[in-house]
Every structure is written in C-alpha cells, then in structure tokens.
C-alpha cells in the first residue's frame, strides 16, 4: 500500500507543478499529505535528516561559489570581449560569425553553468549586430538556442546537483562534461560550416578587411577567459584542489582580472552578489525540499519497487537507460533542470548502479537530455526566453521551436555515439588525479 501512496504524491506533485504552483510548495503539499498516511513524523523526520545531510554539505558551496563567478563573468564583460576576439578571426571562414557565436556560447555557459542565461545574453550581444548584416534569423535562432549546452560544460550547476543527488564524483562529472561538450561544440561547428557552404545566402560574407594586427591586438581581451576556466579545471583534473576550493579559486580569479582590466565597479560586486543570493537561495528551498521530497519516495519502497519490477520485465538494460532518458525529455518539456534531477534521480540512480552503468556516463546523458527538453515545446524554456529578445526582429516562437529541431537531433546523435562510445565521455574523467 506504501508505494501506491508514493506513486499518488509523484501524480500529486506533477498535477500542481502542471498548475505554475511554485515549485517547492507542489513538492510540500503531496508530502505533507502523503507522511500523514505512511508514518507520521518518524517518517518525514527521517527523510528530512537526510535531506539535511545532503544540503549541508561542504561540497554544497561550490554551487553558490560558481553561481558567482557566473554572475560577475557576464557583468564585467569578460565573457563578451572573449566573444568579440572569436568574432574576429573567424570572420573569413563561411559562417565565421555564426561560428563565433557556437564558441561564444560554449565560452559563457562554461563560466554561467546556466543555458538559459547564455542564451539570453548571447542573443542580446550578437542579434544587433548580425541581423543588419542580413544574416538569416531562423539560423541564428537556432544556434542561439542549440549551442547554448550550460549543463554539460562545467562548471555546470546541473553537474553539481547530478553529484549531489548521487554521490557521484563532481570533479569526474566536470571533466566527462568538458569532453563531451566540446564534442558537441565540434558537431555543431561542422554542421553550420556545411550548411552555409550548401547555403551561402544564410551569411553573406565579410566584406571589410581585418588586419592580423587587429586580430592579434583583440587577444588581449580573450586571455581572460582562458586564465579562470583553465585555472578551475586544471586544479580539479590535477588533483590540486577540490571543486569547492575551485569554485572559490574561479571567483577571485574572475574579480583579479576584473580589476586589472577596469571593469570592476562596487555597483556590479552589489549587483553579482544581490543576483547569486536570490538564485541560490531559491535553489537550495527547491533542493531542500525536493531532496526531502524524493527521500520520502525512497522510504515507501517506490524506487526498489520499480527496480524489481523491470528485472522482472527482462528488458534490455540500454531500453530501460533510453526509456529514462525519455521521460527526462518529457519532463524537461514542463520543468526545470534541477527540479527533473530532484524528482528522478533518488528512483533513477540505483537502477542505473544495478543494471551496471557508469554514474559519471549515465550523468552526462541525463544532462543531454535536460538540454533537449529546454528546447522541445511545448514549454522549452530557452526558446521562450528567446523569443522575447527575437522577437522585435520579426521571429516568432514557432520558427524558434522548428529552428532548434536540428540541434535536437544533433543531440540525439550525440546520445547514440555515446552509447556505442561511452569512453567519449570517461576517458578524460578515468585519467584524473585523485
């Protein structure tokens, strides 16, 4: 009986999300419910002890400490003057500046973790100036929306909570996640190179010259970029520094550097720290209660319910991975990344351990798929949020929703070589120092 009083508060849960109640209060009205029928207190003070040791946890700082160091990238212009010296030298490639905007992309959800964010600032710094140019809109709609992988370059948010959630190595989890991404960087870039190639009126040539000293002379404003990622994922995959120690090493690094270029202000330190308090604050109720949530689930026997279930089925364990990977898809389709990982990761973990899959694999996949879903209607976050910058540029949320198609099934591609070739992503994790 417990776990159809489990599987009620999940419906339970999914049914007032669906309504725009606020996220931790559709995850506390079904279990505050649900504890009254299945064990009282003791029930709900044991998931919420473990919900407890979880958000307490040292490991815990290096979400708020990245959330940061995102916060002052974007606000003193690090991160766009990277984008402006890419735009630069790849102006006599096809689609130079289309290109530009895939690294531009990669370059801001590397120090955001957020794609939302990158894509919003990204399209913001990049629209005026290739729209007049009579670059086609729907490409860039794309590329804006499709390139914007903030979950999976770390430092990554999303690979944060993975960690949490799972007791999977963060510092693994970053470096399966640098390999992996920078794939898919390659995969796009290739794609577009093609497309313009076959389509040359997609982005019309430059025409004005650029000088090797005026590229040259812009790489004083890409070292930046370089110095702080290099540094906080150097330190990890060298084994010198934890990842909290590097949360903290790629702050001080982005405000040494912010000083020593001039664009540090007080009002942007009060700006970074005001937006970094709200946002991780709001994330650690979510976690809290979620994670209490799921522990409750966990303690109704819901996960090992399911886990017996499908060894009964005898289905292949790669269905039952891409069956997961799925209902992510759906999932990301009317939720946020980390309320997805919170719901599904307590009963979709130990099914993954049992079936013999590799955490640190099956994190990178989740993460794919959570990037699909902020792209897939009917309510992808990311093409929303574009829409209310493209929107005076006469693109509308359909032609946004069919422009990010491709890059859902460049993903989906990138799903399947990982299947056939899961060392894509645990080679580099595999030779860390520990």
Not at 51 to 66: C, H, N
Not at 243 to 260: D, F, N, T
Not at 394 to 414: C, S
Request: net charge neutral; charged share 10%; glycine share 10%.
């Amino acid at each position: 009986m417990d776990i159809i009083y489990g599987l009620l508060m999940i419906i339970g849960f999914c049914f007032l999300a669906a309504l725009g109640l606020p996220i931790p209060f559709a995850f506390l009205v079904p279990m505050l419910i649900g504890f009254i029928f299945v064990g009282g207190l003791p029930a709900l003070g044991t998931a919420a002890s473990q919900a407890i040791s979880v958000t307490d946890s040292f490991i815990m700082l290096a979400l708020p400490m990245f959330m940061l160091m995102g916060e002052l990238v974007s606000r003193s212009g690090v991160a766009t003057d990277a984008f402006d010296t890419m735009e630069l030298w790849l102006k006599r490639i096809p689609g130079g500046l289309i290109i530009s905007n895939i690294f531009g992309c990669a370059i801001l959800a590397s120090c955001t973790g957020s794609s939302v964010a990158t894509a919003l600032i990204m399209a913001k710094a990049s629209l005026p100036r290739l729209v007049p140019r009579g670059y086609d809109k729907r490409l860039l709609a794309g590329v804006l929306g499709g390139t914007s992988i903030g979950l999976i370059i770390p430092p990554s948010s999303g690979f944060i909570i993975y960690g949490l959630l799972t007791d999977a190595s963060i510092g693994r989890l970053f470096m399966a996640g640098l390999s992996v991404g920078s794939f898919m960087v390659a995969l796009f870039t290739v794609f577009i190179i093609i497309r313009v190639a076959l389509n040359p009126s997609l982005a019309p040539p430059i025409t004005e010259d650029v000088t090797w000293a005026k590229r040259i002379q812009a790489l004083k404003y890409f070292w930046p970029f370089p110095l702080i990622i290099g540094g906080v994922l150097g330190s990890i995959y060298g084994g010198v520094a934890t990842p909290v120690e590097a949360s903290v090493l790629g702050v001080v690094a982005v405000i040494v550097v912010s000083l020593v270029r001039g664009t540090l202000t007080w009002q942007i330190m009060k700006e970074s720290f005001l937006g970094t308090a709200r946002a991780a604050s709001w994330l650690l109720l979510i976690l809290y209660v979620g994670l209490t949530f799921g522990n409750l689930i966990t303690y109704l026997g819901v996960t090992s319910s399911l886990d017996n279930l499908l060894k009964m089925t005898q289905m292949s364990p790669i269905v039952i991975v891409l069956g997961m990977c799925f209902l992510v898809i759906v999932l990301g389709c009317f939720l946020e990344g980390a309320t997805i990982m919170i719901l599904t990761m307590p009963i979709f973990a130990p099914i993954v351990q049992s079936l013999g899959f590799d955490l640190i694999w099956f994190g990178v996949m989740i993460m794919i798929t959570m990037e699909i879903g902020l792209i897939t209607p009917p309510v992808g976050l990311t093409c929303y949020i574009l829409a209310s910058v493209m929107e005076p540029y006469g693109i509308t949320l359909e032609q946004i929703f069919k422009a990010n198609l491709v890059y859902v099934l460049l993903m989906t591609l990138t799903i399947v070589i990982l299947y056939f070739f899961p060392d894509l992503a645990l080679w580099l994790p595999n030779r860390m120092i520990n």
